[in-house]
Every structure is written in structure tokens, then in C-alpha cells.
């Protein structure tokens, strides 16, 4: 009997963490797996995104309906960012995991050596690409959404017999990145050996011990998110067992957890959104895609956190006003992260520059934070998709489709 995927990804998960654990010096033998395996979803991203948007930005039709679905799937994007931001407000502010931090010098990583992301309104900007095909060939895939869906829409503005050409070829194109990313996923178990042994294996535990108080706040703000404010979202609107939800996409939330990408997971969340909870791709081409780049509810509240532990580590007091800020702008920067790895932990500075936090204190403290970013990364990127998954069923039934659910991955 075969296994179900999702119990294959499992196994590999445990299996990779025991390699790693006893055999940590060929870990190397089998980290290019995990890399293989990422070179190939990130492989189909791109066109997958680009052909999905299209086909079905001018599948949906007219501009009201596009209007009716973009302005719900802004709704739902925006409330659960904010939620998670309080949340993250919240605990932070109630476990106090800054105060009294002491971190030994040569643990620090040193800050000059990340890549600091540009301004808020640099960021809002770059969303219009200058060259649409430099914006393919560069993965910036805000560009890429922002291209695609005025794109699709022109489409729906032609006379018939272009429309329909064009249609038909977008359709077909997007099939055919769906077969393509079909085969790639059964791959997943034997990527995930790779992507577990190597994070396993690069974990400092010194560093860990150190910033634990952090970690833990971080980790019960996400499980908050993630078992009381999503399900409920989910019972509120669709009326019935987020458990149901949860089974159904266990598997995408173990390759997130696994690959710490909204972006790699999202052939996998597109999938299991359509063959095991019946979204259409009307709704699953036009949500999640954007969902995996722009909703980003675990990485709105590690940018809260984030910046509020900086802060108290370095004995800041915040007025309320810079609280609203680094609100505003945590909001924001989970909108620009891009959906790989580590990306929200760079964003941070975006929040630290709003609100004045730049000296070279808070700057090595972001450097501390890298330490030990691989395990919250791949949390607050399982709390990304799943929010993804969340918005695309609420919309879908809301849009007057039946879900059906089935509950494992095949
Ligand atoms: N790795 C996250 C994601 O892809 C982004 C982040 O670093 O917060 O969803």
C-alpha cells in the first residue's frame, strides 16, 4: 500500500532531524537534496504565478466581479495582518522577553553583512515594474502580481476572438505549470530530508539558550495566531470545523514548516486547495498566489515583536504614537517580504527606521536574531500559508462554491 504524501513528508521530517542529530557530519551528503528539491519549485514559480494570474484574472471576466473578489481577498489579507500584529503586540508587551538580555559579543552576526531592504514607499513603488519581462527574469514577484492581473485584465477588454485566444493559451499554460508542479511534488519527501537535516545541523544552541524568552514569545504569539484566531476566522465565515481545513492541508503546512517559503510551497498549496477542498481555480489562481507574497500574518507579527524586544533590550520606552507606527509600517513590511527564507527578519529594519531605532545597538541585535531565525522562519511561514489556504476557502464560499472537503493529501 502506498503512503499518502503527507505521511511520507512526516516520516522524511523525522528521519532527516535523527540524521542530523547522529550523523552530523554527513549532513552535506544529504543537503543537496533539500537544494535540488528548492531549485525545482523555484524553478516553476514564476510562470506558474504569471500563467495562474492571468488565466484567472480574464476568467473571472468582468470588472466587477474582479473588483467584488479583489476588494474581499484586501478584506481578509488586511484584518488577519492586524490581528496578528495585536497579537504579536500583545505578548511581547506581556512577557517582556527584552528585558535583561546580555548576548556575548562573538555570537553576534554582524548586521552589515544583511541586505537591508529599501523604504516603505520604495517598496510601494517598485510594485510597478519598469520592464515586466526584467521583473520575470528577476523573481520579484510583487511586480510580477501587479503585471499579470492588469494584464489578465486588458484580456477580458478585447474583442472575442482575441479574448479567447489568449484565454485558451493562458488556460492551457497554466495546465501545463500544474502537471509540471504535480510530478515536482513528489519529490517532497526526499527534499525535505535534505531541508531538515541542514537546518537541524546549522543550529547554534548556545545562541538559542540565550534568546529563549525571545523565542518562546514569538513562538506563543504564532501558536495563538495559529490555533485560536485562524480557525475561528475560518468557523465564523464558512460555518464549519477548521479541523476539517487543518487535515485537509496538512501536508502543505508540513512543507512550508520544512522549506520556510510561502513562495516554494504555494504549487503545493495551490494543488491541495483545489483537489482536496474543491476551490476553483477561479478563486485558488487569483488568492493564493498574491496570498503567498503580499499576506503574510505570521510575518506581521514577528515584525511587531521583533522590533518591541529590540526595543526593550535596549531599554527604549515606546509612546503609543511610535506603537502605531511600527504597527502601520509591520503591516507593510510583511507585504514586501518576499515569500523565501529570512526574508521577514530583513524587513525589520524597515519597522526599526520608522520608528528611529537605528543605532548600532539594535543593529547587532538584529544580527542575534538571525542566530536563531531558521526555527521561528519556519513557523511563521506555516502561519503565512495557512492563512492563505483560510482566505482562499472563506472567499470561495463566499463566492457561492461548495467545499468539499477530503481529508489527506493524496
Ligand atoms: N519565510 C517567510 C515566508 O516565506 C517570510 C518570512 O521570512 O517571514 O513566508
Given at each position: 500500500?502506498?503512503?499518502?504524501?503527507?505521511?511520507q513528508i512526516?516520516?522524511?521530517?523525522?528521519?532527516?532531524?535523527?540524521f542530523?542529530?547522529?550523523?552530523?557530519e554527513?549532513v552535506?551528503?544529504?543537503?543537496?537534496?533539500g537544494?535540488i528539491?528548492m531549485?525545482?519549485l523555484?524553478?516553476?514559480?514564476?510562470?506558474l504565478i504569471?500563467?495562474?494570474?492571468?488565466?484567472?484574472v480574464?476568467?473571472?471576466?468582468?470588472?466587477?466581479s474582479?473588483?467584488?473578489?479583489?476588494?474581499?481577498t484586501?478584506a481578509y489579507?488586511?484584518?488577519?495582518?492586524?490581528?496578528?500584529?495585536?497579537?504579536?503586540?500583545?505578548v511581547?508587551?506581556?512577557?517582556?522577553?527584552g528585558?535583561?538580555?546580555?548576548?556575548?559579543?562573538?555570537q553576534?552576526?554582524?548586521?552589515?553583512?544583511l541586505?537591508?531592504?529599501g523604504?516603505?514607499?520604495d517598496?510601494?513603488?517598485r510594485?510597478?515594474?519598469l520592464?515586466?519581462?526584467?521583473?520575470?527574469?528577476?523573481?520579484?514577484?510583487l511586480?510580477i502580481?501587479?503585471?499579470?492581473?492588469i494584464?489578465?485584465?486588458?484580456i477580458?477588454?478585447?474583442p472575442?476572438?482575441?479574448?479567447k485566444?489568449l484565454?485558451?493559451?493562458?488556460?492551457a499554460a497554466f495546465s501545463?505549470?500544474?502537471?509540471?508542479?504535480?510530478?515536482?511534488?513528489?519529490?517532497?519527501p526526499?527534499?525535505?530530508?535534505?531541508l531538515?537535516a541542514n537546518a537541524v545541523?546549522?543550529?547554534g544552541?548556545?545562541?538559542?539558550a540565550?534568546?529563549?524568552?525571545?523565542?518562546?514569545?514569538?513562538?506563543?504569539?504564532l501558536s495563538i495566531?495559529?490555533?485560536?484566531?485562524?480557525p475561528?476566522?475560518?468557523?465564523?465565515?464558512?460555518?464549519?470545523n477548521?479541523?476539517?481545513?487543518y487535515?485537509?492541508?496538512a501536508?502543505?503546512?508540513?512543507?512550508a514548516f520544512?522549506?520556510?517559503?510561502?513562495?516554494?510551497?504555494?504549487p503545493?498549496?495551490m494543488?491541495?486547495?483545489?483537489n482536496?477542498?474543491?476551490?476553483s481555480?477561479?478563486?485558488?489562481?487569483f488568492?493564493?498566489?498574491?496570498?503567498?507574497t503580499?499576506?503574510?500574518?505570521g510575518?506581521a507579527?514577528?515584525?511587531?515583536a521583533?522590533v518591541?524586544?529590540i526595543?526593550?533590550?535596549l531599554?527604549?520606552?515606546?509612546?503609543?504614537t511610535q506603537?502605531i507606527?511600527?504597527?502601520?509600517?509591520?503591516?507593510l513590511?510583511?507585504?514586501g517580504?518576499?515569500?523565501?527564507?529570512?526574508a521577514?527578519?530583513?524587513m525589520?529594519?524597515?519597522?526599526?527606521?520608522a520608528v528611529?531605532?537605528?543605532?548600532?545597538?539594535?543593529y547587532?541585535?538584529?544580527?542575534v536574531?538571525l542566530g536563531?531565525?531558521?526555527?521561528?522562519?519556519?513557523?511563521r511561514?506555516?502561519v503565512?500559508?495557512?492563512?492563505d489556504?483560510?482566505?482562499?476557502?472563506?472567499?470561495?464560499?463566499s463566492?457561492?462554491?461548495?467545499?468539499?472537503?477530503?481529508?489527506t493529501?493524496k
Amino acid at each position: 500500500m502506498k503512503l499518502k504524501l503527507h505521511w511520507q513528508i512526516f516520516i522524511a521530517m523525522g528521519a532527516g532531524t535523527a540524521f542530523a542529530l547522529l550523523f552530523p557530519e554527513q549532513v552535506p551528503y544529504i543537503a543537496p537534496l533539500g537544494v535540488i528539491f528548492m531549485r525545482l519549485l523555484r524553478m516553476v514559480i514564476v510562470p506558474l504565478i504569471m500563467t495562474s494570474i492571468i488565466s484567472g484574472v480574464a476568467g473571472i471576466g468582468d470588472s466587477r466581479s474582479l473588483g467584488r473578489l479583489g476588494g474581499k481577498t484586501f478584506a481578509y489579507y488586511a484584518t488577519t495582518s492586524m490581528l496578528a500584529i495585536l497579537i504579536g503586540l500583545s505578548v511581547t508587551n506581556l512577557i517582556q522577553p527584552g528585558a535583561g538580555v546580555e548576548i556575548a559579543q562573538e555570537q553576534r552576526i554582524h548586521p552589515d553583512d544583511l541586505e537591508k531592504p529599501g523604504s516603505v514607499s520604495d517598496i510601494l513603488l517598485r510594485i510597478i515594474p519598469l520592464n515586466p519581462i526584467g521583473a520575470a527574469a528577476e523573481g520579484d514577484v510583487l511586480s510580477i502580481i501587479f503585471f499579470s492581473i492588469i494584464f489578465g485584465f486588458a484580456i477580458t477588454r478585447l474583442p472575442d476572438k482575441h479574448s479567447k485566444t489568449l484565454q485558451n493559451f493562458f488556460n492551457a499554460a497554466f495546465s501545463a505549470m500544474m502537471t509540471l508542479t504535480t510530478s515536482l511534488i513528489k519529490l517532497a519527501p526526499l527534499g525535505v530530508l535534505g531541508l531538515i537535516a541542514n537546518a537541524v545541523a546549522g543550529m547554534g544552541f548556545d545562541l538559542f539558550a540565550a534568546v529563549g524568552k525571545y523565542m518562546l514569545t514569538i513562538t506563543i504569539g504564532l501558536s495563538i495566531h495559529f490555533l485560536i484566531v485562524l480557525p475561528a476566522m475560518f468557523y465564523l465565515f464558512t460555518k464549519r470545523n477548521p479541523l476539517v481545513h487543518y487535515r485537509a492541508l496538512a501536508s502543505v503546512m508540513v512543507f512550508a514548516f520544512s522549506s520556510s517559503s510561502s513562495a516554494a510551497t504555494l504549487p503545493l498549496t495551490m494543488k491541495t486547495m483545489e483537489n482536496n477542498v474543491g476551490v476553483s481555480n477561479k478563486v485558488s489562481s487569483f488568492v493564493l498566489p498574491m496570498g503567498a507574497t503580499v499576506n503574510m500574518d505570521g510575518t506581521a507579527l514577528y515584525e511587531m515583536a521583533g522590533v518591541l524586544f529590540i526595543a526593550q533590550a535596549l531599554g527604549i520606552d515606546l509612546t503609543l504614537t511610535q506603537q502605531i507606527i511600527m504597527a502601520v509600517t509591520a503591516l507593510l513590511a510583511s507585504v514586501g517580504a518576499a515569500a523565501v527564507p529570512s526574508a521577514g527578519l530583513v524587513m525589520i529594519f524597515i519597522v526599526l527606521e520608522a520608528v528611529n531605532i537605528t543605532t548600532p545597538a539594535a543593529y547587532a541585535m538584529v544580527g542575534v536574531m538571525l542566530g536563531v531565525d531558521r526555527p521561528l522562519d519556519m513557523f511563521r511561514t506555516v502561519v503565512n500559508v495557512t492563512s492563505d489556504s483560510i482566505g482562499a476557502a472563506i472567499i470561495a464560499q463566499s463566492e457561492g462554491e461548495q467545499l468539499t472537503y477530503k481529508s489527506t493529501a493524496k
